[in-house]
């Protein structure tokens, strides 16, 4: 079964300083990841993936994760945080062998302090 | 166009009531999914449906069930609700092969007493 941990569920950072939320994984074959934001009342909110190819992957915001095979993980970054960054993080997983569905983490909650 | 909408926003329910949570997308995305939100617990699965006419289980689909008459509506029922129903449900959709990211409804808040 796969599954994925989000060690942190707070992380809080100074603006203008980068950023990083964890995200380990575990799947039987190759992983598709995911991250999502989810702001305070609303959906999730897709921010990037990995499904193949360059390690570090790029997405909306200025955010972006890199893909460590070796150690299972898909970090969240930012090299320089918002105020509007604060929202909660989801990372998520898909076997590429599964029935299509998403695992998701448990959620970290990001805090930017002006 | 709206993406995904889901109705009511929000309900209390009395338990043993049978509620019926509405999805509908206008993108024509094959796939559809239920996913209840409970704090410290991220999303979990309760059904899919990979195109209209078909559906599955996930991780947590006691108590629930669902229809997918065609391609664009989705709705979630609880037969007869009971508290540890309360959350927060959250519809989504997926285009279908070779798309892998989901695009997520803005959620029915739930409370079942």
């Known amino acids: 079964a796969q599954s994925v941990a989000q060690p942190e569920d707070q992380v809080n950072v100074a603006e203008g300083n980068p950023l990083t939320v964890k995200c380990t994984y575990s799947?039987?074959?190759?992983?598709?990841l995911f991250w999502y934001v989810q702001y305070p009342n609303r959906g999730l909110q897709f921010l990037l993936k990995y499904i193949t190819g360059d390690n570090l992957v790029k997405g909306s915001y200025g955010f972006e994760a890199e893909f460590n095979k070796s150690q299972t993980s898909f970090h969240l970054k930012k090299p320089s945080a918002l105020v509007s960054d604060s929202a909660l993080y989801f990372c998520?997983?898909?076997?590429?062998?599964?029935?299509?569905?998403?695992?998701f983490g448990s959620g970290t909650q990001l805090t930017v302090l002006p | 166009i709206a993406g995904i909408t889901q109705a009511p926003t929000s309900q209390i329910l009395a338990a043993g009531r049978r509620m019926t949570l509405r999805c509908t997308q206008d993108?024509?995305?094959?796939?559809m999914y239920w996913y209840r939100q409970d704090l410290g617990l991220g999303l979990r699965l309760i059904h899919y449906s990979n195109t209209a006419g078909t559906t599955g289980k996930g991780e947590v689909p006691d108590g629930y069930s669902v229809s997918r008459a065609n391609t664009d509506d989705f709705p979630l029922t609880l037969a007869s609700a009971v508290p540890s129903q309360t959350s927060v449900y959250f519809c989504?959709?997926?285009?279908?092969?070779?798309?892998?990211?989901?695009?997520f409804g803005p959620g029915t808040r739930l409370t079942v007493l």
């Open positions: 993108m024509r995305h094959n796939a």
């Open positions: 989504a959709s997926r285009p279908g092969q070779g798309a892998y990211e989901q695009f």
């Open positions: 799947v039987s074959g190759n992983p598709y």
């Open positions: 998520a997983v898909r076997d590429a062998g599964s029935a299509r569905q998403l695992t």
